[in-house]
């Protein structure tokens, strides 16, 4: 039996519910995409390197995300939902990336 507990909840089709304040998840939808960090604060584009395996993820308090694996959604997606801790929902259309569309608040209040 398994005693790993998930950082985040998977919703529906294309919403992550994140549900730890000690760990920030790191999402990865597509090789060509830029990679997106969920904070407690809330989300915005990942700027630093990205963590080779899980040990490395671990010492630094993140969490990989892989959007098109098969634990997730299983492909990649071009709208995600991210429901985070400071009570916003936020979201991202990959088909708007480089624009200030990318990310955005979708939902103030969710709860």
């Not at 398994?2 to 998840?25: A, C, M, W």
């Not at 960090?37 to 308090?61: D, H, M, Q, W």
């Amino acid at each position: 039996m398994n005693t790993y507990e998930k950082p985040f909840l998977v919703s529906g089709r294309n919403t992550i519910i994140h549900k730890q304040k000690k760990v920030d998840l790191v999402l990865i939808n597509n090789d060509g995409e830029p990679v997106v960090l969920v904070t407690r604060t809330g989300v915005r584009i990942f700027t630093e390197s990205v963590p080779a395996n899980r040990v490395e993820a671990k010492e630094r308090y993140l969490e990989l995300v892989d959007i098109g694996s098969v634990d997730v959604f299983g492909e990649t997606k071009t709208l995600l939902f991210i429901q985070a801790l400071n009570n916003k929902e936020y979201k991202i259309d990959y088909s708007k990336v480089g624009t200030e569309l990318f990310i955005r608040v979708h939902q103030e209040n969710y709860i």
